[in-house]
């Protein structure tokens, strides 16, 4: 079972940056597509990036442009860069494996003055 955790987040204020970590387990992380999700409270949970295992990024269009999505496969760890960052950005953020069910805890970033 794929265990995920997730780090980085905290109180950071409008047009501010914070850089979002997750370290996956896990001996097949290179060859998989890994996903950063976000939950706001009382709305469904959203994926924002993801990136394959060559290195193919996808994202959001409430993020594109501020969030940038990397990967380190000797680290088994995926990136999430968050700048310019909006009030709406508030939520827990989680990472996820492709073909996996399981989900971190989660980190939450909250923007706010």
């Known amino acids: 079972q794929v265990q995920l955790v997730e780090s980085g987040g905290g109180l950071v204020q409008p047009g501010g940056s914070v850089r979002l970590s997750c370290v996956a387990s896990?001996?097949?992380?290179?060859?998989?597509?890994m996903y950063w999700y976000r939950q706001a409270p009382g709305k469904m949970r959203e994926v924002v990036a993801s990136i394959s295992n060559t290195g193919i990024t996808n994202y959001a269009d409430s993020v594109k442009g501020r969030f940038t999505i990397s990967r380190d496969n000797a680290k088994n760890t995926v990136y999430l860069q968050m700048n310019s960052l909006k009030p709406e950005d508030t939520a827990v953020y989680y990472c996820k494996k492709s073909g996996s069910l399981s989900w971190g805890q989660g980190t939450q970033v909250t923007v706010s003055s």
């Open positions: 896990g001996s097949i992380f290179s060859i998989s597509t």
